[in-house]
């Protein structure tokens, strides 16, 4: 028979605390955890509790550039594969809080990565929604994703914006004659010009750890 040490007996009651902990959430309810690094190695982490079903679970972080904070959500939404059963207890539930706390065994669980505040006159360089193809996910079990997070080039994308603020500018003044007509034209048009010229690239802003359970 093997010996109860100190230290296996420590160790045993930090594994039971540890259960405990888990336990002590309501089953109905599941985490959306979210480790963001970005290039200077800065370190946030965020995270959400959500209800299992009936629910997108967000969690929501913000990332500072040189075009300006950029919003991004790490979005779970699980579909329940006994859908036809929850649907009929459900409808026989006493109440809201009754149905709210329903819970399926096993689940169809999508995750998306969703920016927010990108400058959707850009064609082609806003931020790309990341989605990952739904996967089977049981409650109480963990899912890591791990995702490098990429952004149109800020600095472009600032220049950009500024161009496009100059154009706004140039157009918004009143010529008082043909030829002073004809110089805003041709001003507009070598903006416009140069907006076309600049190829703006996807760069990395962040390594995400994405922990579901």
């Not at 109860?4 to 160790?11: D, E, F, S």
């Not at 952004?151 to 994308?157: E, F, G, M, S």
């Not at 041709?186 to 010229?197: C, M």
Request: glycine letters at 2%.
């Amino acid at each position: 028979m093997k010996k109860l040490t100190l230290g296996t007996a420590l160790v045993s009651l930090l594994a039971l605390t540890a259960c405990g902990e888990t336990d002590a959430r309501e089953k109905h309810r599941y985490t959306v955890e979210v480790e963001v690094t970005d290039t200077n190695g800065k370190v946030q982490k965020v995270s959400q509790e959500c209800n299992q079903l009936f629910n997108l679970c967000q969690a929501k972080f913000d990332l500072e550039n040189p075009s300006g904070k950029r919003t991004i959500s790490v979005m779970s939404n699980n579909k329940p594969v006994h859908e036809e059963e929850l649907y009929k207890k459900s409808q026989s539930a006493n109440s809201k809080e009754e149905e709210a706390r329903l819970t399926d065994s096993e689940y169809k669980q999508k995750v998306t990565i969703k920016g927010f505040g990108f400058n959707k006159s850009l064609q082609k360089t806003w931020f790309k929604d990341v989605d990952y193809q739904p996967t089977k996910w049981t409650p109480r079990t963990e899912r890591i994703i791990e995702q490098e997070l990429m952004i149109p080039n800020p600095d472009l994308v600032k220049r950009i914006e500024d161009l496009q603020m100059q154009i706004k500018e140039v157009r918004s003044k009143r010529s008082m004659n043909r030829k002073e007509t004809d110089e805003k034209l041709e001003r507009v048009r070598l903006l416009e010009a140069e907006i076309r010229s600049i190829s703006i690239s996807d760069v990395k802003a962040a390594d995400l750890k994405i922990r579901i359970y």
